[in-house]
């Protein structure tokens, strides 16, 4: 596994970053500032195409807890389009390196892992808001994982 600094103009983007962005419980205006900052210097944000299912999954949670109204979560879901983060395809490739994170992390789930491998296959740096991630990923020599708390 690659623990060099990243090569590309590409930047990962996880569900907890993007939700972070755009719920009205838990807007964070840094975060929204980063977006708009990456797109102004032209950089590709990407995700692995389970980031629309968890970014959606989170925002539905929120409806149904009540923590928001139904509307702002629909409202959310647009502003999440509008961050601008491509879904990529998982391939064979990714779901065994996406394992093997999980394993090196010593996470029951690959959530995770397919976010780290997404960025490990394209040179990139991957940005999170989960702080737990970014210092587990610290601990195994991954400093191209950035935690954007």
């Known amino acids: 596994m ?21 719920l009205p419980t838990t807007a964070d205006g840094a975060a929204i500032e980063r977006f708009t900052r990456w797109r102004e210097e032209g950089l590709r944000l990407v995700a692995p195409m389970l980031w629309l299912a968890e970014c959606v999954s989170a925002t539905r949670r929120s409806v ?24 990529l395809p998982m391939t064979p490739q990714d779901c065994r390196a996406a394992f093997a994170w999980a394993e090196r992390l010593g996470q029951a789930r690959a959530y995770d892992g397919f976010y780290l491998a997404l960025a490990e296959s394209l040179s990139a740096t991957l940005w999170t808001a989960d702080e737990r991630l970014a210092n587990a990923t610290r601990q195994v020599g991954a400093g191209w994982v950035h935690s954007a708390r």
């Open 64 to 87: 149904y807890a009540a923590a928001i109204t139904a509307d702002e979560g629909r409202a959310a879901l647009e502003d999440l389009w509008n961050l601008e983060v491509e879904a």
């Open 2 to 22: 690659n623990v060099t600094s990243p090569t590309s103009a590409t930047i990962v983007v996880d569900a907890s970053l993007a939700v972070s962005a755009v």
